[in-house]
């Protein structure tokens, strides 16, 4: 026993040592350790690190692709506009108008919109199941939005809206929006080709993701285009391969126009992967016609690109002459199946009639793909959990409405066509009063929620941007900010042939606002073209 403890004395005693030297040995290198001793911490040595220590994130230090890339829509001229929401609300005589009118963004329930009362419906009973088994229930709810949430709550695992789910979705929605998608265009549709996704801008990240490998890898995209393209593409390290819209045809898709730019940047040694369409067009507004898509669909099959068609619009058109056909509906229509050509397909529930932009539900599908590649997509998904549960009932529901006989019907349907003639209207006005501008041309609006008016401004007015060193469109918008209150995007900020200008303009402030939108808009452009005439 006593050389037990002899033997564990001479070990602790030895360890003591061996550390006390090893600390010694740190203490007198040019390494050290940060520490909390007196000596450590005294004023001149923090005095003199602190001066010559640069801060750690800068715009010299950060991703440089996030200074690279833009959103307009959100861009500067928003900025001010919050800016002066401000300074009304704490002093509202300040300037010489009441409001901001926010004509920047499709973002509809902002601006008044009120929501399709049966979704809503379900959604509160799917987040609070409790009150499905109380007798008042029956009296506020509408009797095909409670049996929708026991239907819905049924394919949730647990009945638990607060849960994480399956990566790609509940299946359960993903067989509803596929059977809707399916009753959409004519041909079967595969839940599991589905990915649900919070709105459809996760979904098109996801696919730059995948496609961009480096800035060798270029995008087919439209000019003008939805800012989301050129900002997911340069935050991915690829390139955009632009092509112009014709807006003397109504911003028409010219297929030789698309050859021209893939050749050209396939001279430039790029390898173009995908080709993007907007249909209905952001911000342009036009619906293509179908034989237009046949051409579109045999060019991407013919130049092995990736079709990524964004059909978040499909149910704003506005002209009886035109009507949304799906890229699957029409590439399935010509005999194309799976094997023929790569399409993702995007939607969202923050456009349409239903304009739950605040919810952040939408989905892609995903045909065409190996799958190798498919178990890819589904990794990147995955490292995102899953998208939240209301936006995925809200994606299922837009897909699967009432129906003829359902209690909710007459009220769905007059709330769903209210909203869409009052757009159509509303579209219509405000088109005919730019066209009443000196100097202003604008292409009808078939369908999505914007006009992008062109706009000839006069050379005095555009030596007055560079001045103040603004893109002219900019100047524009900015200056009519400033004299009325109303928020455009300038079209530069989207992308337009060089030496044109534009701007655009939503038609989502409500019916009974637009006039006062026309008049002040009237009223600023005389002064502004007055001002820079001759």
Known sequence: MRRFVIGSARNLIESSRQKYQFERSILSSPYRFLSSSPAADSPSSSSSSSSTMAHPVSLNTINPKVIECE???????????????????????????????????????????????????????CDHPAILDK?????????????????????????????YSHSQGIKGLRDTIAAGIEARDGFPADPNDIFLTDGASPAVHMMMQLLIRSEKDGILCPIPQYPLYSASIALHGGTLVPYYLDEATGWGLEVSELKKQLETSRSKGITVRALVVINPGNPTGQVLAEENQKAIVEFCKQEGLVLLADEVYQENVYVPEKKFHSFKKVSRSMGYGEKDIALVSFQSVSKGYYGE????????????????????????????????????????????PPKVGDESYESY?????????????????????????????????????????????????????????KAPDAYYCQRLLAATGIVFVPGSGFGQVPGTWHFRCTILPQEEKIPAIVTRLTDFHKSFMDEFRG
């Open 135 to 163: 007798s008042e229930t029956q009296g506020l709810f509408s009797a095909d939005s409670i049996e929708r949430a026991w239907q819905i709550l049924d394919q949730i695992p647990g009945r638990a809206t607060g849960a």
């Open 413 to 469: 349907s007059a709330e769903r066509d209210g909203i869409l003639s009052s757009l159509a209207r509303r579209a219509k006005t405000l088109e005919d009063a730019f066209n009443k501008l000196e100097g202003v041309t604008c292409n009808k609006a078939e369908g999505a929620m914007y006009l992008f008016p062109r706009i000839d401004l006069p050379e005095k007015a555009i030596k007055a941007a560079e001045a103040a060193k």
């Open 71 to 125: 959103y307009a829509v959100r861009g500067e001229i928003v900025t001010l506009a919050q800016k002066l929401q401000e300074e009304i609300q704490t002093k509202p005589d300040a300037h010489p108008f009441e409001e901001i009118l926010y004509c920047n963004i499709g973002n509809p329930q902002s601006l008044g919109q009120q929501p399709i009362t049966f979704f809503r419906e379900v959604l509160a009973l």
């Open 357 to 400: 932009c605040g919810k952040r539900g939408g989905y892609m599908e995903v045909t065409g793909f190996g799958a190798d590649v498919r178990e890819q997509i589904y990794k990147v998904a995955s490292v995102n959990l899953c998208s939240n549960i209301s936006g995925q009932i809200l994606a299922s529901l837009v897909m699967s």
